[in-house]
């Protein structure tokens, strides 16, 4: 081993962690290699050195109780928020209480007494049985279903319409909508109205029409 | 201190026990006012890191992990408050010169030396050592004067530990060209009268 290799070696020496048969070689070149000797002689002393020698001048002999005293000023410091918070929250839910317990023993006070509801308006009977009445009652049904059979007209107007022409542009209708187009045309409205308000007695299953059923009207 | 009964005083100052905090006040104060004194190089900053360090330990108490020591955890919350320090010191002052501070211990009166020649090479070293950069000086001073290992050098500095055995590299490759100029005639005879005063 040269002076180069023990020097690469230095760093692993003075951590303790050379061992082996590197130890021993590096040993052996030490015994003999002055200028190593004394490399390594001066950084053991800058160790022994730092390691041992006392630092001047030394720390106030008062330092702990500073130190402790800062850590109780803090500790107040920090504890002084949530202290005034308590106090604040304390105050105001006893004043919350006093409150609660003031309007929980005062008397209720009187409420205003129910109005009648107003009752609804009748016909008298001598009026509903006289000719007027029944005339007036006669015209407004009479007028509903001209008023219904008129719509009913347009609409049939208006289906035949677009059948003819769906027919004169030869496109292809589904045959439900189709048959369901031409029922609505010639339905009377009366038994639509029927149908609306009452429960029907068989339900008519339907069932989608399949792809095959498409034609032309 | 032992490391259970360091445990236990840990346990108490969590729970608010001021006694237990100030034994471990105690305990550790000189040890940390070492690094913290090499490390910034004035006594009265020293000082104020160090009270900064042990009260924010005491605040931080609960997020102490005792995986680790607790010498090493001050350690690092300390070298944090001297890198902090370090930086505002260069701010105020723009380039610092450390040459120039002023150094406060070759005169004491505990001076260990005996000898004109070790007194000399004591200050020679410590000078050396001054102009090391921070995280190797600071390495350099857990290592050899805690004993800590390359691993928790690297928890306090925040670095890896490769980074640490480099920094050690470094220094001591530092510290050999600047003793090298300072040529003591004998260094293995003095190692061996400077480990006899020294220690």
């Known amino acids: 081993m040269n002076c180069v290799q023990a020097e690469q070696l230095f760093d692993a020496y003075l951590d303790g962690q050379l061992g082996g048969s590197l130890r021993l070689e590096f040993d052996a070149h030490r015994l003999r290699c002055r200028r190593c000797q004394q490399t390594l002689a001066m950084l053991e002393s800058v160790g022994t050195l730092i390691a041992t020698d006392s630092v001047h001048p030394p720390l106030s002999p008062d330092f702990t109780d500073r130190v402790m005293a800062r850590i109780a000023h803090r500790s107040a410091q920090r504890r002084r928020p949530l202290r005034r918070l308590l106090l604040v929250a304390g105050a105001v839910s006893q004043a919350a209480a006093v409150l609660a317990f003031v309007l929980y023993w005062l008397p209720p006070k009187p409420r205003p007494a129910a109005q009648p509801a107003p009752a609804a308006p009748q016909v008298p009977l001598e009026y509903a049985n006289s000719p007027e009445f029944r005339a007036i009652r006669e015209l407004v049904v009479d007028r509903v279903e001209r008023r219904l059979w008129e719509m009913h007209h347009a609409g049939t107007q208006l289906t035949s319409d677009l059948v003819g022409l769906a027919r004169y542009l030869n496109i292809s209708l589904p045959a439900d909508v189709a048959r369901e187009s031409l029922r609505m045309a010639g339905a009377n409205p009366w038994q639509a109205l029927w149908d609306a308000f009452l429960p029907r007695g068989e339900e008519e299953t339907e069932t989608p029409p399949a792809t095959d059923e498409l034609h032309s009207i | ?199």
């Not at chain 2, 445990?7 to 690094?35: N, P, T, W």
């Not at chain 2, 900064?52 to 955890?73: G, I, P, Q, R």
């Not at chain 2, 050899?144 to 590299?169: A, F, M, N, Q």
Request: a positive charge.
């Open chain 2, 1 to 199: 201190m032992p490391r259970d009964e360091e445990q236990k005083l840990i346990a108490r100052a969590r729970r608010g026990h001021a006694d237990a905090y100030r034994a471990l006040v105690e305990a550790y104060k000189d040890r940390l006012y070492a690094f913290v004194s090499r490390t910034v190089r004035n006594h009265h900053e020293a000082e104020d890191i160090c009270q900064a360090a042990f009260v924010k330990a005491y605040e931080s108490l609960n997020s102490y992990s005792e995986e680790y020591a607790f010498s090493t955890w001050l350690f690092t919350i300390a070298y944090r408050l001297c890198l902090n320090h370090v930086r505002k010191r260069k701010a105020l002052s723009g380039e610092v010169d450390f040459s120039n501070v002023r150094r406060t211990e070759p005169d004491a009166p505990q001076v260990l030396a005996s000898t004109e020649e070790v007194r000399r090479l004591r200050r020679t070293i410590w000078s050396a050592v001054e102009q090391l950069s921070l995280p190797q000086r600071s390495a350099v001073l857990l290592f050899y004067r805690e004993g800590k290992s390359c691993e928790d050098i690297g928890r306090v500095l925040g670095t890896p530990t490769v980074t640490v055995k480099s920094h050690l590299h470094r220094a001591r490759a530092k510290l050999r060209k600047l003793l090298s100029a300072e040529l003591v005639d004998d260094w293995v005879a003095l190692q061996a009268l400077g480990d006899a005063h020294w220690a």
